[in-house]
């Protein structure tokens, strides 16, 4: 790396069940460190909603476009839905902004992050979970705006994500009154990483010349 230049961005995956908080902290991250952090856009073939801005909201595009997109190997995680409602992390998008020095931040599911961990090793994958599940259960009611079935399948969904948590790297919960924390540990996490050998190859190359991988 020259000196001057900008170092690459991470792309930091952000999991963690309905009701952990995890759009709470993922909203905090770029409150507090605009300079530092991105929002991953995500694709979509659904219309758009009220007040939901392409380019902002998410990228919607044809169903022909998502399938273009796949062929090229333009997506570093998608998924596919029976009511054609699909869903994917453009990679131009990632590149561009991590080109830019700016860490990515995807917030997906387990499978989209262990799609995304496979296409970019270097990849961060941090679960925020609640304090407890009791919690999870407490704030999932505490909404108001689901019936009594649907909190019974988000809780059960919860459970089996939050048993996939040994695939991950990391684990912030984010306790009850405090957003700030999650969001402060979680850049602290970023700085970390991107001190790792693994992750500095022009360093080591000025030490191992052309030998440096």
């Known amino acids: 790396m020259a000196t001057g230049e900008k170092k690459r961005g991470q792309i930091l995956v952000i999991s963690g069940p309905a009701g952990s ?9 770029l409150r507090l460190y605009p300079e530092e952090f991105v929002l991953s856009v995500s694709c979509t073939t659904r219309a758009p909603r009220d007040g939901e801005i392409d380019g902002v909201h998410y990228r919607f595009i044809t169903a022909e476009e998502f399938d273009r997109r796949i062929e090229e190997d333009n997506f570093l995680e998608y998924a596919r839905y029976c009511n054609d409602n699909n869903y994917g992390t453009p990679r131009d998008f990632v590149e561009k902004e991590l080109n830019r020095g700016k860490n990515v931040i995807l917030e ?9 961990k496979a296409k970019m090793p270097g990849t961060v994958l941090i679960m925020v979970a609640p304090p407890d599940l009791p919690t999870l259960e407490k704030r999932l009611r505490g909404r108001g705006t ?33 957003v700030t924390s999650p969001a402060v540990r979680i850049r602290e996490i970023m700085r970390a990483e991107s001190c790792r050998v693994v992750k500095n190859a022009d360093f080591r190359a000025r030490f191992y010349g052309e030998k440096a991988e």
């Open 146 to 178: 689901e019936s009594e079935e649907e909190i019974l399948k988000r809780l059960a969904r919860g459970r089996q994500e939050l048993e996939q948590m040994d695939l991950y790297d990391y684990v912030v919960t984010l306790p009850e009154g405090d």
């Open 21 to 29: 908080g995890k759009g709470t902290t993922v909203a905090e991250i």
């Open 108 to 116: 997906i599911d387990v499978k989209g992050g262990m799609q995304v």
